[in-house]
């Protein structure tokens, strides 16, 4: 079992580009979800996915886009890069309600 | 709406010392809570978490925390340092699943850094 994994673990963007990270679990959760992490600010919760064909709004939804077209999948897009969005980002699946279960994370730098 | 105050972004104690990391919380509705350690460049893990039932919870590495409803506080605790516990710790707050309709979105703190000694 590999758990959570991130692709990729580090990215540099230039103002403006675009990207998708991927997120993918191999222990059949239902509930998916995308945070950020920046420093003195703890997890911030950008996206989340219920289940498969279905995302919701987190507390900092905007620049980001979020797709769930395979139960095992959660792809976290940027379609135009800005340097705040520099940070690391997390991944979590959860079985429902239960215990949600981190991945490595991915940093990102956007100069 | 749920939140959670870290009290202490470091905290630095001796190894074989007490640890007490600090957590109080907000919630209108009975809480699940939650802490979880994060090693340098790692994602995060679970140390233990509270949902109902018996309020002194254990979790791995030899932590455990009280849920204290009075206080609003579910404080971490460790009666012996070790020097592997160094790392960064977050607690999080979350509500039954009654209360959501779906999903479980977590509330983290803004963590607490543990220093550890000689």
């Known amino acids: 079992n590999a758990g959570v994994t991130q692709t990729p673990k580090f990215r540099v963007l230039k103002t403006g580009q675009s990207m998708t990270l991927l997120c993918a679990q191999d222990?059949?959760?239902?509930?998916m979800y995308w945070y950020r992490q920046d420093p003195g600010m703890g997890l911030r919760l950008i996206h989340y996915?219920?289940?498969?064909?279905?995302?919701a709004k987190g507390e900092v939804p905007d620049g980001y886009n979020v797709s769930r077209l395979k139960k095992q999948n959660f792809l976290l897009g940027l379609e135009s890069a800005a340097p705040s969005q520099t940070s690391v980002y997390f991944c979590?699946?959860?079985?429902?309600?239960?215990?949600?279960?981190f991945g490595p994370g991915t940093r990102l730098l956007v100069l | 709406a749920q939140s959670v105050t870290q009290l202490g972004s470091h905290v630095s104690v001796s190894e074989g010392a007490l640890v007490l990391l600090r957590c109080n919380y907000s919630?209108?509705?009975?809480?699940?809570l939650f802490w979880y350690v994060q090693y340098p460049n790692q994602g995060l893990q679970l140390l233990l978490k509270?949902?109902?039932?018996?309020?002194l919870v254990k979790g791995i590495n030899g932590f455990e925390a009280e849920f204290k409803k009075s206080e609003t506080s579910f404080h971490l605790t460790k009666p012996s340092a070790h020097m592997s516990d160094a790392a960064e710790y977050f607690c999080?707050?979350?509500?039954?699943?009654?209360?959501?309709?779906?999903?479980?979105?977590?509330?983290f703190g803004t963590g607490t850094q543990l220093k550890v000694e000689l």
């Open positions: 999080a707050v979350s509500v039954s699943p009654a209360f959501t309709g779906g999903g479980n979105k977590l509330t």
């Open positions: 222990m059949n959760h239902e509930y």
């Open positions: 509270y949902t109902t039932g018996a309020t």
């Open positions: 979590a699946s959860s079985y429902r309600q239960e215990t949600q279960y």
């Open positions: 919630s209108s509705v009975p809480p699940y």
């Open positions: 996915s219920v289940g498969e064909g279905t995302t």
